[in-house]
């Protein structure tokens, strides 16, 4: 997969180092000539890193017999071949030979590309991921409750996906058509078809709201483009362009703002025996708990009560998605409120900035306790591995397949292990368990406990206590719980 990106990467980069030469330096026909092969280029690089070596050599047939057919059928004959190659590329004919591909190919070439995030600060970004996830969750949602929806949503990518294939066919075919008369303005019938992909992308992904502020800002290009050619006086179309200019940057930067106001917590909430407080741990932190960079927790204690500090606390989520930290928990009782974050290992100053940020928030002074948790055996302690943190997970992975309409019986998916094999087999004759040989930690014994029931939180709670009681007994340790259907 890295040699595939790579690849892409070097062949993109000369095109598009070429193009200013090419336009510079060679004649009309021979720049048409160098267009249509960075087109067609770039778009089977786009098929070959996001659908992999089977759907490109697919649709390199496909592409192949549609420039065929436009070379030999007469031009007046062409838009009927064009929507024909469209259904074609559409439906996928060949879709079973695509997977006799697949099946004789590595993975490798065949997977669709993994974007992984990287660097040092991977953890906030990884977390803010599942946080604009779970942010368009209600979107979502709507795919698996609503049918009418659905086939909306699906109906409008196909058609936005069948208008973008047949406008960059046809374009490709105008150019190869007109190879004495090269026009600038195919730049712009190219930005166009561009938008209605990326359109179609938003659509598939996010839903119409994001995909409809996208159409939005997508037009101000558009409408510079036609101010730029429009008859006006030149000094009132430069005034024009220039409002527009500005008016566009604005736009964007306020939709940037915007994008990081865009915050949600999802809490784990449960009362706390031990701490005798209400507890809201971040279910969205869960997925990245052991990581290496995030490891400067600070614990920030706010004499408050819980309606004050609810009115502050989207503030205080967008302050920390703007300085990249994560709140990882928040303990509440009659009289106080304890903000437990997470920052990168190097960013102390930032500790400091945000205990002033809360002060002013709050108008009085906040003590915090700062320490390394390199092993988050502070977190484990406190929340990852106490019984009713468990406990509220599972609930709240079951209430959300009850949100999408899932009413089957659910199978609540502990992984545990053991010190000894004894002990293993003692647990094992009490909750039928599978050893996993895969994931071997020096002589420990690792095992999946698999526990089907219905949809129920009393029920969630009394089947795991149960199992969590018999872990204690047989010296069992929780590692990682999730719920399927």
Known sequence: MKQRMTISIIISALIIITLPFAFTLFEIQWKSIFLIFSLITLAYIGIFIFGGLPELIIFGIYGGLTALALRLINIDYQIPIIVIATLIFLLNPLSSFESYLRKQMKDENTQPIQISIRGNRWPFFAYRKEMKNYYHLPQSRKLYTIQSYKYLRQFLMLALIGIGIFSFIHEVNHIANTLDNFNWTNFVTLY?????????????????????RTFAISLFPLIIYIISVSTFDNVIKISMMIGFIIFTLVIITIELYRLHQRVIYDALTYYDVDMQKDVYANALFEPIVYNETYTLCSEYLIKTDKTTFDLHFHDILVYANFFHFIIVAYTINQTEV??????????????????????????????????????????????????????????????????????????????????????????????????????????????????????????????????????????????RLNVYY
């Open 338 to 479: 304890t903000l437990h974050v997470h920052f990168y290992y190097k960013d102390h100053r930032r500790v400091d900035k945000f205990k002033s940020f809360l002060e002013t928030k709050f108008q009085r002074s906040i003590p915090v306790h700062t320490f390394s948790d390199f092993s988050k055996t502070d977190y484990e302690k406190n929340f990852f591995h106490k019984d009713s943190y468990i406990i509220a997970r599972a609930q709240h992975l079951a209430y959300l397949l009850k949100e999408l309409q899932i009413h089957s019986k659910i199978i609540i998916s502990i992984i545990v292990y053991f010190d000894k094999l004894k002990d293993f087999e003692a647990f094992n004759n009490v909750h039928d368990s599978v050893q996993l040989n895969d994931i071997v930690i020096e002589n420990y014994v690792s095992a999946r406990v698999d526990c089907i029931c219905v949809n129920n939180r009393y029920v969630i709670e009394t089947k795991l206590r149960e199992i969590l009681i018999n872990l204690i007994i047989y010296h069992g340790k929780f590692v």
């Open 192 to 212: 166009i078809i561009v938008m209605i992909f990326l359109l179609a992308y938003f659509l598939y992904l996010k839903g119409f709201t994001s995909t409809f």
